[in-house]
């Protein structure tokens, strides 16, 4: 059974970030997450982590949309002239 909360060194791994770039995205509540325990130790659900990630998907489809790669046809050089 997979586990239900991960390590932000879990995060870190699956994103492929550092902890500190985990972190900053927890901190900043990008990332949501809870702190358990006495020493207040952060842990993500899988399922929070995995949503993150769709987000940040589509984020990426929207930029690539409003932002596409080269010119514009209309703004394109006419080679044959």
């Known amino acids: 059974m997979a586990p239900r909360f991960l390590q932000l060194t879990d995060v ?3 994103l492929n970030i ?5 972190y900053a995205l927890v901190r900043s509540g990008d990332l949501p997450a809870i702190k358990v ?17 769709q ?16 010119r514009a046809e209309d703004e394109a050089v006419d080679f044959e002239a």
């Open 12 to 14: 870190a791994e699956v």
């Open 18 to 22: 550092s902890a500190a770039q985990a």
């Open 37 to 53: 325990g006495g020493r207040g130790q952060w842990r993500v659900e899988v399922t929070e982590l995995e949503a993150y990630i």
């Open 55 to 70: 987000r940040a998907y589509d984020d990426t489809k929207k930029f690539v949309e409003q932002h596409p790669f080269g």
